[in-house]
């Protein structure tokens, strides 16, 4: 059955790595815009339940571990940081001559990403859910929220994009895949020895796990960041895409993993079914949409829960007129999580 969607348009600022544009999806609603101020009401066609009386009535009790008078209402830019997969080897990465100046424009180390976390925490940074600065009253309209944080603390929005593992990073000194040990998601890494071992820092998500361990307070509510993930070579390492009983557990040790992510404070979000060129190019047919929201909804979907939010395939995004918008919206993608 097809339902009807509305596209809340947010580009995060940049903060030290690329940003990118990020569609809020609701469900049975039309594509509207929200605007930055939070008394700026966008009128929509659907009710549904307010929750943005009860998001400021509550705004302490989510910081209840701190006093009322250590806790302000923030007002500045939220800022917004994204990385790919992380470089554990960087000699590995340059031997792959391939695509080692991919790398090399792309991707950060492990080591560089320490770094950046380190200095964000310094500077008074705390990460955030990014669904937290938005709702939606009885009629639908939609509202800023106000974001209330610890004092001297300014938000940061985290994403990692194509956590998926691709195959011709295989060669370039990366984790293979995201794995569970006693309930954590770590990092399963294949040595320059050829051993094959589980670390707890071979990529973000592992490194931000054990930052937050170290310093809750870089951390509101346990929030850590989104996932964007593709799904033609699978997600989190895992050949989900294949066909049979080989696909099949590849897809039920997925969904373990991806599980465990939302238990710890990640968010997933649709980055495309296909990743193609297209999106590049600014060449998307309405036919080329149409399948990559299909195999998304069919192969992507039931792995990781549904999600409204879509980052676009480098930095793409449609305008508020584009028909192509209107038709991501009304295929019925993406549902409330």
């Known amino acids: 059955m097809k339902t009807f969607l509305t596209f809340i348009t947010i580009i995060f600022s ?10 809020f999806v609701q469900k049975n609603l039309s594509p509207k815009i929200v605007y930055e101020k939070p008394e700026n009401i966008i009128l929509v066609e659907s009710p ?8 400021d009535k509550n705004a302490t009790t989510s910081l209840s571990n701190l006093p009322v008078e250590d806790i302000e209402e923030y007002n500045g830019a939220v800022r917004h940081i994204f ?17 080692a100046e991919g790398y090399k424009n792309n991707m950060l180390t492990v080591e560089q990403f320490k770094q950046v976390i380190e200095q964000l925490y310094e500077n008074n940074f705390v990460l955030i859910d990014a669904k937290i600065l938005y709702s939606f009253d009885e009629n639908g309209n939609i509202y800023q929220n106000k974001l209330y944080l610890p004092k001297g603390k300014k938000p940061l929005i985290l994403s990692i994009d194509d956590l998926s593992y691709y195959s011709y990073m295989k060669n370039g000194g990366f984790a293979n895949k995201l ?11 294949l040595t320059p020895e050829g051993n094959t071992i589980v670390t707890d820092d071979g990529d973000i998500i592992p490194i931000v796990y054990a930052f937050v361990k170290e310093h809750p307070d870089f951390s509101l509510n346990g ?12 997600i989190l390492g895992y050949r989900t895409n294949w066909k049979g009983e080989r696909g099949d557990s590849e897809r039920q040790q997925a969904i373990m993993v991806a599980n ?4 710890s404070g990640w968010t997933f979000a ?12 600014g060449t998307i047919t ?7 929201i299909s195999r998304w909804v069919n192969e992507v979907e039931p792995l990781i829960g549904d999600t409204n939010i879509f980052i676009g395939p480098f930095g793409q995004v449609f305008s508020e007129r584009d028909p192509r918008r209107k038709q991501l919206t009304d295929a019925g993608s993406f549902s409330n999580q």
């Open 223 to 234: 929030a850590k960041g989104i996932i964007g993930v593709t799904g033609f070579e699978g």
């Open 83 to 99: 990385s790919h997969s992380l470089i554990i080897y960087p000699e590995r990465a340059l031997a792959d001559t391939k695509n």
């Open 270 to 281: 649709n980055h495309s079914f296909s990743h193609d060129q297209v999106f590049l190019k």
């Open 14 to 23: 940049t903060a030290l790595l690329v940003g990118i544009g990020y569609f």
């Open 286 to 292: 309405s036919d080329f949409l149409t399948n990559d």
């Open 48 to 55: 549904i339940p307010d929750t943005s009386q009860e998001q």
């Open 179 to 189: 794995v569970l040990e006693s309930d954590i998601v770590k990092t399963e890494v």
């Open 260 to 263: 465990a992510l939302k238990k």
